[in-house]
């Protein structure tokens, strides 16, 4: 019997990809790195998320093929021997035609709004077809096939060409899709933005679209189910997740339509800890959220001992799990809103409204509310191992959990709120009409055609809502146009309470620390922290500093802000993990650290600072002032750095 008798049917994992931009290059094959295929697993080389030259390397995204046989049994599908796989893929960019961000369109009380057409007064009807980036798209087949025509090159904005990336197989020929270098222009030159959201005739190069399989064994031909790629901006965040994942967001919506069957019980390991543990992780993108959850917090989820008592179930702490469950907002609540409450971010509405909305707060989604209520009554399951689980390589997992870790990962990596438009994904992926089936869009039939873009002079919220309406089933483009125009704008605008409400005391809430950092643990203060010579309570103080992870690009205004960050998004730091050592452990910092590395050195300069306060806190030293840090010694070489302001000017 031929393998092809005994196939079921075969489809592409993942089903949906998450892919990065980043500025290196990826010629030698030093420029990109492979998305994670493990639910919270970082990178296997993390580490590496900058090039030789100091770059931003790419995340690409590796596409396969399965197939699930008539006996239950599922393989994974190889290029070679009997089986030949080719793929089709097409993207696009539909971002600047398409209609603006204001508000998410699902919103309950008439809080979602009207929106108008982008670039409605600057183009005429009849050429908005210049306004859309759609490259040609693209068959490959084979093993280790690479080179200029698997480019999306072709693409143009007006007369402008935008590349969106490239695809390659490799050595068992599994699509593997490289997204773009992450540049935003402005149709002419000159024109700075001046929005978050809505810049006319700007566009970017992230991106989305269709990844078709046909495969061909020993001459019978099946077509996979369709899987999709998102081109995203950058992680600076490696290693951390959002309290709520854009997964929460979708296995909620799955739970409502009957599309998984969820656990009749629910698991401390599984569903309540790993809240407590984002939430803390966290504390390294924003400082309040350190002072509220991150190391010496009551509700630390990353310290051993505040673990064993969430996961305590007996009656005597069941007042404690209760207070600790008061402290969510619930999900779905009438009344104002809960600015006492937790999650410490903002919420879809936050600012778009007079009053307080009830959503100007985030809330848990309500299927993770309906498990802490349960947790709090005791009704769950003690299955803590004893330690903080480990994740496992892809390539131990049998084939099944396999699948179940390439419909998760990648969504996983997406943070599911607030939807103000959001980073990766935004609102629409709440939307029943978006899916087929748990995970896997409903991907419209091959046609050649991107999406549709004209669904009359204003969008509203029952348009979005119908049948036939943007959101019934997805074409390239469908998902990144409702995200803001250029990405780096959005990015640079929602940031924390520090900087809309600077007199407030502590900075969350928070938008995107997951993604977008708003105050860091630097490089040089986690150099004094390790410093052992130097005073313990002087470690603990450099430990506790937090810097502004946009020091670096703002600039007199707020148009000037985000001009800085369209020209140098790349160069910001990114925050990576660091294991402690035991030494540091027995101070009581924790684990693992996430340190701002990677940070452009022209921003700098020479940091005579951070020489005088390692002298002083190491004069007690008999070298301290033989060994180079004397203030009496000249300075080898003085540099400014990149950007300084005057009086009045910041």
Known sequence: MNLSD??????????????????????????????????????????????????????????????????????????????????????????????????????????????????????????????????????????????????????????????????????????????????????????????????????????????????????????????????????????????ITMDDVVRDLFSKQKLLDFPSSVSFTTDIWPIFARMSDMSWTNHGIYMLNGTGSTIDGRNPQVTSKLNNKFAENTAWRRRVFELFRPAKREGIAMPQAIPPFYGDAFGEVENESILEGLEVTETMYAQLKLWAEGKFDDDWPGAEPSLPDFNDLDEKQQLNHLNRAGLHECIGGPFHPGIELTWVMRSPLLWESAYRLKILPETGEVAEQDFGMQLTSEVCSSENGPLDGVAPGSLSRWLGVPWQTDEASCNSDARYAPSLYLSFPSFWGARVPNQVLSKEAWERVRDTKSPVLQRYKHFSNREDWLRDINGRDYSERINNMVNEWWKLGVLAPELTTVEEQSLGLPSTVFIEAGRAKEYTGTNAKEKLIATVENIDQPSALTSGMSPQQPEEEFTPPLRTYKRGEV
């Open 6 to 243: 005994e196939i079921q049917f075969i489809a592409i994992y993942p089903p949906i990809g998450i892919a990065r931009v980043g500025n290196a290059d990826i010629s030698d094959n030093d420029g990109f790195f492979l998305a994670s295929e493990v639910i919270g697993k970082v990178a296997e080389d993390h580490e590496q998320y900058r090039n030789k030259h100091g770059d931003l390397k790419r995340q690409a995204v590796r596409f396969r093929v399965y197939a699930t046989l008539t006996n239950g049994d599922i393989i994974e599908l190889k290029h070679g021997g009997d089986i030949n796989i080719e793929w089709r893929v097409q993207i696009a960019n539909l971002k600047a035609g398409w209609y603006e961000f204001n508000q998410a369109m699902d919103l309950p009380n008439d809080l979602s709004k009207v929106s108008l057409k982008r670039n409605r007064n600057r183009v005429p009807s009849n050429q908005r077809q210049y306004l859309d980036i759609t490259p040609s798209a693209k068959t490959i087949s084979g093993t280790k096939v690479q080179g200029s025509g698997y480019s999306f090159d072709d693409g143009q904005f007006f007369n402008r060409f935008v590349p969106l990336g490239e695809v390659r197989t490799d050595e068992h020929g599994r699509l593997i899709f490289i997204p773009g270098q992450g540049k935003s222009a402005a149709s002419r030159p000159g024109l700075r933005p001046l929005t978050f959201a809505n810049n006319d005739l700007w566009h970017d190069d992230v991106c989305d679209g269709t990844i078709r399989a046909t495969v061909s064994i020993s001459g019978c031909t099946l077509e996979a189910k369709p899987g999709y790629i998102v081109v995203a901006p950058p992680n600076y965040g490696q290693g951390l997740y959002s309290v």
